[in-house]
């Protein structure tokens, strides 16, 4: 049984930091590309940032330059330091991971944390 389990959110003051960790867990033979999703209210999830396993990342236009992910192959983590957070960033955020187990290659995700930027 694979996990994904995140860690990290909680409220902040426009223009603070929050750095969300994710830790995949289970019978994992390899991590394939991990990334970070979000959700607002009343909108569609949409991907704020990728990183493949050698290390190639990409971003969603409007967290460039404010938000870095990274990840340690050797620890099966992934994590996202977001800086200069602004209320539009406010989501639910949801680690997602491409993982190969035993029978399966398959995405896998984890069960949200909340990112609230407001005064």
């Known amino acids: 049984q694979v996990q994904l389990v ?23 033979f390899s991590l394939y590309p991990m990334g970070w999703y979000r959700q607002g209210p009343g909108k569609q999830r949409e991907l ?3 990183i493949t396993s050698g290390g190639s ?24 330091q977001m800086n200069s ?4 960033d406010t989501a639910v955020y949801y680690c997602n991971a491409r993982i190969r187990s035993i ?11 909340q990112v609230t930027v407001s005064s």
């Open 85 to 88: 957070l602004k209320p539009e």
């Open 103 to 113: 029978a399966t290659v398959q995405d896998y995700w984890g069960q949200g944390t």
């Open 48 to 50: 704020v940032a990728l």
């Open 57 to 80: 990342t990409n971003y969603l236009d409007s967290v460039k330059g404010r938000f870095t992910i990274s990840r340690d192959n050797a620890k099966n983590t992934v994590s996202l």
């Open 6 to 28: 995140e860690s990290g959110g909680g409220l902040v003051q426009p223009g603070g930091s929050l750095r969300l960790s994710c830790v995949a867990s289970g019978s994992i």
